[in-house]
């Protein structure tokens, strides 16, 4: 009797153990290896299952899957969508780190906050927090492969690896900022889309392109903000309209830390390239697609202290959520209007017939 009395408390204490481990808050301010990440997308689903679903969309060279977050509000209308995608480039450590706050802060923030319910109830936005994950495992190897950038896939002779995944996008392929060097870092693959993460995204934007208001992909580093086209003889169509949002985003990051983001072309404020899978969303009638280049502007580099890594992604949320708001807004302002236009157009006729009955 004692010890059955004595095993259950053991047992008590083994419970509560475990679901206080259960609940150990999860470290936004570190980075994470990919196991811990994938662990955290499916914790995101279980503690939000009413919000947020785990999408699988593609797998790598490697054969891993590569699945993102669709986090939103279930309702009966159509809803637009949201993309964005972090870890493109494996070396750039802080860019998943910032997908999974802007989950998190998403999730704490509709409860509270009107207007997030709002844009969470009209659209549903896709977060994929690590998109090459080959890369991503492999730069957390050992130091030697700290500042790997690319997939892993095998070039065409089988001495070299990887594929410039943000040059093999179907936008202008091949023609400037690429090698087709498989040795160099910005190898550009064999053709458009030869690479498995970029068909990965291809196929999945692509096959609900109407749907995407925005397209936000986010690397490091250098502080930028940049708009299509990465290829100097184009320019996008809203161009003015993208220089409007991207300056208001970039006061809004000023306003966070006080840190200066400029905003313009890949060739107006970096250099030209082609292939990114910015300008292929452009190019698809996506109308706002831009790319974050975070923290910070060379001291660091792509190996930001993780003390930076919540300031960045503070002030990163911001410029994100301004853009965010402007699409939303553009979209359902715009709708709500016509609707009351509508209403208003009834109540003329509703007077109109009031009058002819007289
Ligand atoms: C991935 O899986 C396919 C199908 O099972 C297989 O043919 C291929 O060799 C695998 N690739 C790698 C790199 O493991
Ligand atoms: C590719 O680049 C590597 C490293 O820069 C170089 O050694 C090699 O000769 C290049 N190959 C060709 C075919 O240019
Ligand atoms: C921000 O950078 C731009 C150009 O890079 C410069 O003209 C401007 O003075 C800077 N502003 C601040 C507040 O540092
Ligand atoms: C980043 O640093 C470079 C060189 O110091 C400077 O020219 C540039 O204006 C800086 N950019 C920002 C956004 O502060
Ligand atoms: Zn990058």
Redo the contacts with the bound molecule.
């Keep these: 009797m004692l010890n059955m009395v004595g095993l259950s408390f053991v047992a008590l204490l083994l419970t509560v153990g475990a679901s206080t481990l259960e609940r150990a808050e999860y470290d936004y301010y570190k980075y994470h290896p990919m196991d811990e990440i994938s662990s955290w997308m499916a914790q995101m689903e279980k503690d939000h299952p009413d919000v947020v679903t785990i999408v699988d969309y593609g797998k790598t060279y490697e054969n891993r899957t590569i699945s993102l977050l669709r986090i939103g509000l279930k309702t009966e209308a159509k809803k637009k969508a949201i993309w964005m995608d972090c870890g ?2 494996a070396r ?1 450590w802080i860019a998943p780190a910032f997908c999974q706050y802007f989950v998190r802060q998403i999730l704490q923030t509709y409860k509270t906050d009107a207007k997030m319910e709002t844009m969470m109830t009209n659209m549903d936005f896709y977060v994929t927090p690590v998109l090459n994950i080959d890369g991503y495992i492999y730069s957390w190897k050992d130091s030697s492969t700290r500042l790997w ?1 690319k997939n892993r896939s095998p070039g065409p002779s089988g001495d070299c690896y990887g594929t410039d995944l ?1 040059r093999n996008f179907d936008a202008n392929w091949g023609t400037v900022g690429v090698s087709f060097n498989c040795s160099s870092n910005v190898y550009c693959g064999r053709g458009p889309i030869s690479e498995p993460e970029a068909q990965a995204i291809t196929y999945f934007v692509g096959s609900r392109k109407e749907d995407f208001l925005c397209f936000l992909t986010i ?2 580093y250098g502080q930028l903000l940049l708009v299509p086209y990465g290829h100097p003889d184009f320019t996008a169509s809203n161009y003015d309209e993208l220089m409007k949002v991207g300056r208001g985003a970039a006061e809004a990051i000023l306003k966070v830390h006080g840190k200066n983001y400029t905003v313009g072309t890949s060739p107006d404020v970096l250099y030209a390239n082609s292939g990114s899978s910015r300008d292929w969303a452009r190019m698809q009638e996506i109308p706002l697609t831009f790319t974050f280049e975070l923290r910070d502007n060379g001291t660091y580099g792509f190996k930001l202290p993780e003390n930076q890594i919540q300031p960045t992604c503070e002030e990163a949320y911001s410029g994100a959520l301004h853009i965010i708001t402007y699409a939303h807004d553009k979209t359902f302002n715009g709708a709500a209007a016509t609707a009351a236009a509508t209403l208003w157009t009834m109540l003329l006729a509703v007077g109109v017939s009031g009058a002819n009955l007289m």
Excluded: A, T, V, Y
Aim: charged share 30%.
């Design positions: 493109i480039h750039e950038r943000n690397h490091s």
